[in-house]
Each structure stands twice: as structure tokens, then as C-alpha cells.
């Protein structure tokens, strides 16, 4: 054996004792992901001297748990409901309850695809729900959405992912790092990474290497068993790009195949024809897509498609990444509590990557029921997770918001027809999505959504004095503390503050002479306030 072959086995044998020395210094892998996450988050905070949050109330941590896992603010009879539980175990329960729901799969299918998908796009998001009711893992999800199975439905529309931009084969090289493995390699597409040692021109054009044999075939992705990439360097050198994972790590490859000219036409022929058929194109003895899988999930290269998944859910759930911007997931970025992502990568790969399993840990942790209001003298930064951070709705979740907030809270009161009435609710708002943006990193209110909200009759009607509104509710009711007691819970889930009762009963009561008007100025007031707007 000679002098280089072993120094490279020392060096990969030094870094599977550190990985094994890592592994061992990790919380065990019986504990659990909510014991995992307050674990690491108090003792991070311990090194800063940070004092986290006050835990918030049951009013606060069901609209945000039920925001969170079904896309809803809960009715006046489910605060009610659990508020006034005495059962110690009352939160768990809830979190399975509510992960048991149809409602549970169908938001996290829209927040995947809205993650997912080119913007504007719904195309992958029956087949996350269909996947995720299957019981999925995040892995077999992954190779549907790369490599497909034209032999089901579901899985023929998972692989809109690639065709949605195979036309851009950049594109779609970056989309496939930056969303599945947590990187974006654009900025070595002309040269190696200027900050990051780890990204070069290699690793870029090796990962479109995956891609450059695919091409949409009607309505289908095709691939064929040939086709290579030459890139230049800056220096103008002229390069054969290898199959090359993140990791560096590389694909040998068989020989390619050779075709001469008719071997080509009649191939191109051969493709028409499918295309006419409505037939996919058998996939090549060799599949550059396939080999991505193979490489992106086995053993020692795995841990980028973990660790994005986790820190990517973890971003939905706290509202900041442990990583920051969440496709910037190499060396020169480390995460803010590295041990955490280690432990919850390694708590992820070894469990099927549930997905399910890994949002039922992180609702049920501490930290997930903070307060976003800090008592202290600065709020610390947001990596410290010492506070709940305040989410603006997702398109989905605002319409549900105002369907159920505007609508008369006893509607929903007999527990035999409330579920059906609910979702009945729910869905019949389901086009008010489109009234409204899916939040980014810097979210302002747009100039549309107010003016929805100040000159669009439909919302109006949400508003008015009449028998199926809360509004109409609310005339009913002689007493304006009363009143103005059940509007804040039918819209808040919460009871109405000592300044609030004083505030608008005085409102009320300076318009005595027109007090349906004020009452429906009131429910206008409230569902357009920022209190519902947000997720805090």
C-alpha cells in the first residue's frame, strides 16, 4: 500500500473515531426530542447568561399549537374546553389529538410545497398529503420527487418538482441543494465559493451532473444513458465535471454509451412516440438521478439531508432556523447550537425520517411554549431561543382565521356537528388564500391586503350585524363587558384585558344610538388587527 493511499485511510479513520467521539458526547438516542431540545437550548443559554421567557398561558399555547399543526385558530368551545381541563396530561394529549387529524397532514403538505415549489405553484402538494397519510419518510419522499414512479399517480405528480424546472438545469441544481440538503452552490457556478472553501466549481457543476442527462419528455421527466458536462475554470482551464455529492464524495461511473447518428435518430423517434403515447421513458440501466439518491441518504453522506430537514422544521415551528439564511448550511456558517442539529439529525435518520415524530418533539418542548413577550431589559437575539418569535399566517391559516373568527361563535357548539362544521368553514374559504402572500424573511402587510380589507364588500359581510355573524352575536348580548368579553375570545382565544373592557364598552356606549354600527365596527377592528394576523 503506498504512502498516500495510507494517509488517506488514517485520515478517514481519525474521522470516524471524531464522529464516534461526537456521537458518544450526544444526548443518548432514547431521550426524547422535546427532553433533547430544552436540554441543549437551556445549557446554550446558561453559557450567555440568558434567562428565557416566561412559559405562556393555556389560552396562548393552544392557539399556537392548533395554528401550528392544523392551520386554525381554535372556536370559543375548544378555548373553553381546554382551559378548564384539570387533566395533568391535557397538552400531550392535545398535540396527538391534533396530529391525528386530517387538518394536520393537509397544512403540512401546503407549508412543504410552499417550501418546495417554484412560488405560486400547488402542483406538489396533493402528493405530500397523500404521501405523508401514507406514512412517508421524508426519504421516500425525496426519491419520488427525484427519481420518480410513473406507476402511481402521486408519485408521477412528485415529480413536478423536476419538471417544473428541468428547463433550467441550474436551477434546478441549486433548488435540489439549497431545499433538500440546506446549500446553495449558485455562487460557484463561475468559480469556487469566495468565502467558502468547501463550494467550488466542482461541487457545483458536480451536482448538475445528476441532472444534465434529464429532460421533460411531454409529461413526463425522461432520462437518457449519455451526456456529460464540461465546465472552464477562471483561469480558462476546460473541465470534465465528475459526479460529485456536497460531501465531495464521487460516483464512478460505468462507461458512458456511445450512439452514432441512426442509433440517435431512431432514439429520438422512440422518444416522440412515447411523448404521443403519454407514456414515461424507461429509465436508463444507469440513472445519474438515481445515483443522487443513493449518495444524498447512505451512511457518510447523509448527514446534509438530515440536518436540513431537521433545521427546515425546526424553522417552521420556532420561526428561525438553528441555521441562518437556512440554505447557507456549511462550515464557514455553523449553527448556532450545533450538538442540537448533531442530536436531532442523528434522532431523525435512525426513526425513518418521520416527520410527524420530529413536530410532535419540538411543540412539546419548553422552549416551544415560551412566551414572545420578554420581561427583561433586552430581548436577546433571536439564536438564543429565550422567546417565542411572532409568525406571521401563512395564506391558509389567515383564511381560516377570518372564517372562524367572523363567524357566530355558537355555530360551532355542539360537539357532534362541530368538526363537520369546522372544516365545512374552513374549506369554503379556501379562495381567500389567493388574497393573500405567503410571509418571507423581512413579512410587511401588503397594500392589497389593506385594501381588501377597507373596500372589498365580501369582507363587509364578515362584518355586519346579522344572525350566522359574530357580530350578530354580539348585539345580542345586553351587557357590553359580556360582549365585549366574547368578541375577544371569538377572535383572540383568549379573555379580554382590564384595558380592553374599558376601551371599547366606553366606545359602545358613546354610540348608544347606533350600537349595531359600533358593534360591527368592533368586529372590523378586531379581525383586522395584528393580533390576529400573527402567530405569537
Not at 79 to 104: G, H
Not at 174 to 201: M, R, Y
Not at 304 to 327: E, H
Request: negative net charge.
Amino acid at each position: 500500500m503506498n504512502k498516500f493511499v495510507l494517509l488517506v485511510v488514517s485520515l478517514s479513520t481519525i474521522g470516524l473515531l471524531q464522529a464516534a467521539l461526537q456521537a458518544q458526547d450526544l444526548l443518548p438516542s432514547e431521550t426524547t426530542i422535546e427532553e433533547a431540545v430544552d436540554h441543549y437550548i437551556q445549557a446554550e443559554q446558561a453559557t450567555g447568561n440568558i434567562q428565557p421567557a416566561s412559559q405562556v398561558d393555556d389560552y396562548i399555547l393552544l392557539r399556537r399549537t392548533m395554528l401550528d399543526l392544523i392551520g386554525r385558530i381554535p372556536t370559543v368551545a375548544e378555548v373553553e374546553a381546554y382551559v378548564t381541563s384539570k387533566d395533568p396530561q391535557k397538552r400531550v394529549k392535545l398535540v396527538d389529538r391534533l396530529i391525528q387529524q386530517p387538518e394536520f397532514i393537509e397544512q403540512l403538505a401546503y407549508d412543504l410545497n410552499n417550501i418546495l415549489a417554484p412560488a405560486g405553484k400547488t402542483d406538489l402538494e396533493l402528493y405530500l398529503a397523500d404521501a405523508l397519510d401514507k406514512g412517508k419518510g421524508w426519504d421516500h419522499i425525496f426519491t419520488d420527487m427525484i427519481y420518480g414512479n410513473y406507476e402511481e399517480e402521486m408519485p408521477k405528480q412528485a415529480m413536478q418538482f423536476v419538471n417544473l424546472r428541468i428547463n433550467d438545469l441550474d436551477n434546478l441544481s441549486n433548488a435540489t441543494s439549497a431545499l433538500f440538503f440546506g446549500v446553495n452552490i449558485s455562487c460557484a457556478k463561475c468559480h469556487d465559493h469566495p468565502l467558502v472553501s468547501e463550494w467550488t466549481q466542482a461541487h457545483f457543476y458536480g451536482m448538475k451532473s445528476f441532472f444534465n442527462r434529464s429532460f421533460s419528455n411531454g409529461d413526463f421527466v425522461a432520462e437518457r444513458a449519455y451526456g456529460e458536462i464540461k465546465y472552464a475554470t477562471t483561469s480558462g482551464e476546460q473541465l470534465d465535471a465528475q459526479l460529485m455529492f456536497l460531501t465531495g464524495s464521487v460516483i464512478e461511473e460505468p462507461e458512458p454509451v456511445i450512439l452514432d447518428d441512426e442509433a440517435k435518430k431512431k432514439e429520438k423517434a422512440d422518444f416522440e412516440q412515447l411523448k404521443k403515447d403519454k407514456k414515461p421513458v424507461p429509465a436508463p440501466e444507469f440513472s445519474r438521478r438515481a445515483q443522487l439518491i443513493q449518495i444524498a441518504l447512505r451512511e457518510n453522506d447523509r448527514d446534509y439531508f438530515a440536518k436540513n430537514l431537521a433545521n427546515r422544521m425546526w424553522n417552521r415551528i420556532y420561526g428561525y432556523g438553528l441555521v441562518m439564511p437556512l440554505d447557507q448550511m456549511h462550515p464557514e456558517n455553523p449553527p448556532s447550537h450545533p450538538d442540537l442539529l448533531d442530536w436531532l439529525a442523528r434522532d431523525t435518520y435512525a426513526n425513518g425520517y418521520d416527520i410527524q415524530r420530529l413536530v410532535r418533539g419540538l411543540v412539546l418542548s419548553k422552549t416551544y411554549s415560551q412566551s414572545s413577550v420578554y420581561q427583561g431589559a433586552m430581548r436577546p437575539a433571536e439564536f438564543w431561543f429565550a422567546t417565542a418569535n411572532v409568525k406571521p399566517m401563512s395564506p391558509r391559516q389567515y383564511a381560516a382565521a377570518l372564517a372562524l373568527a367572523s363567524r357566530n361563535p355558537a355555530h360551532f357548539d355542539d360537539p357532534n356537528e362541530a368538526a363537520s362544521r369546522i372544516q365545512n368553514e374552513v374549506k369554503a374559504h379556501r379562495g381567500w388564500e389567493r388574497k393573500f402572500v405567503v410571509p418571507g424573511e423581512r413579512f410587511q402587510v401588503s397594500v392589497d391586503e389593506a385594501l381588501l380589507f377597507s373596500n372589498a364588500n365580501e369582507f363587509k359581510d364578515k362584518t355586519k350585524v346579522a344572525n350566522d355573524r359574530l357580530g350578530g352575536e354580539l348585539a345580542a348580548i345586553e351587557s357590553n363587558e359580556e360582549m365585549v368579553q366574547r368578541a375577544i375570545k371569538a377572535v383572540y382565544s383568549r379573555p379580554a384585558t382590564a384595558e380592553e373592557l374599558e376601551a371599547i364598552s366606553a366606545y359602545v356606549e358613546a354610540r348608544g344610538d347606533r350600537r349595531e354600527e359600533a358593534i360591527s365596527q368592533i368586529v372590523w377592528a378586531l379581525l383586522t388587527s395584528s393580533e390576529l394576523r400573527f402567530n405569537h
